[in-house]
Structures are given as structure tokens and as C-alpha cells.
């Protein structure tokens, strides 16, 4: 009988939770996929003219210009602001890792984002309001010492934008 008062105290004891239990919580969930972003200006490709520099006056300062851009992801919603992580793809220049490689051996191009720079292949992540995307700027800098020719030259690179 002892045995059977213990299975039988087990049982009640058990089904007492299962009694309290109530159906009055439903969740509604939505599942969204991340929107593609595109980033270009207006559209078209991103394009920087420098113009005619006195190689004698490329020092990571001078002839800095402001890259225009913009930020689109179709379907986000334009009323907060983003989280994103923002990833230079394109070849550091030997010489100095946080530039890009230009077509010229000793010169290269550093990109800036918001004033602080935007190291090749780093990802960055960065909250973006986006009426109001962050500066982006482009500066040429050179090999201390070098002799650069006075050629045209060219550099480019891919501004990968995703949502975090």
C-alpha cells in the first residue's frame, strides 16, 4: 500500500502543473530576408577625377576628393537607421596596406569613411542613416622617396554594403 500512495502522490503531483497550463499566448512572427543593397552614384558607377597633381605634393592629405554615393536596399525601411557592415574589396598597395593599389607601382589610393579609413578587404561596421549616408573620401598618397612618372593612373575597388 506504501509503494502504491507514493505512484499515486507522483501522479498528482505531476499532472497539477499540466492543469495550469493555458493556451493564451500566440505568437505572430514574420520572417524577413535581408534586403540587397546596391551602392553606386545616382545609379552609375562611383568615379573620382583628381585631375593634375604636383607629385611632389602627394602626401596623404593634399587632393583628397569626396566619392559621391548613395545607398539603396529596396524594401528597407528608410525611417531608421541601419546597421550595416561596409567591406572595401580591392588590392592594398604593398607600400602601405590600408590604400588601394593604383595602376602606378609607388601610388595608391586611401579611402576614408567618415574621416577615419576604410582598410581594403576589413569589413567595417557602421550605423547608417540613410538620407544622410557617411562622407566618403579618396586620397592619393605615395612611397616616401619615390619618383613617381607623370602619367594618368587608375585604381578601383568594390564597396560591398549588407545589412548586419
Known amino acids: 500500500m506504501n509503494v502504491l500512495y507514493r505512484v499515486l502522490i507522483a501522479l498528482s503531483v505531476a499532472a497539477v502543473p499540466l492543469a495550469c497550463m493555458a493556451d493564451n499566448i500566440e505568437l505572430s512572427v514574420t520572417l524577413m ?88 578587404e576589413q569589413p567595417r561596421f557602421v550605423q547608417i542613416n540613410p538620407t544622410a549616408v557617411p562622407l566618403l573620401e579618396a586620397v592619393p598618397v605615395k612611397l616616401t622617396g619615390s619618383e613617381l612618372p607623370s602619367i594618368d593612373f587608375t585604381a578601383s575597388a568594390l564597396l560591398l554594403a549588407e545589412f548586419y
Open 33 to 120: 530576408a535581408r534586403p540587397v543593397c546596391t551602392v553606386s552614384d545616382k545609379g552609375a558607377r562611383m568615379d573620382v577625377r583628381f585631375g593634375n597633381l604636383a607629385i611632389n605634393r602627394i602626401d596623404g592629405e593634399q587632393y583628397r576628393k569626396v566619392i559621391p554615393y548613395q545607398i539603396n536596399c529596396p524594401g528597407a525601411s528608410t525611417s531608421t537607421s541601419w546597421r550595416m557592415r561596409l567591406t572595401l574589396k580591392g588590392n592594398p598597395a604593398g607600400f602601405e596596406p590600408e590604400a588601394l593599389q593604383s595602376s602606378v607601382p609607388d601610388l595608391a589610393i586611401k579611402v576614408l569613411l567618415g574621416g577615419t579609413e576604410l582598410i581594403p
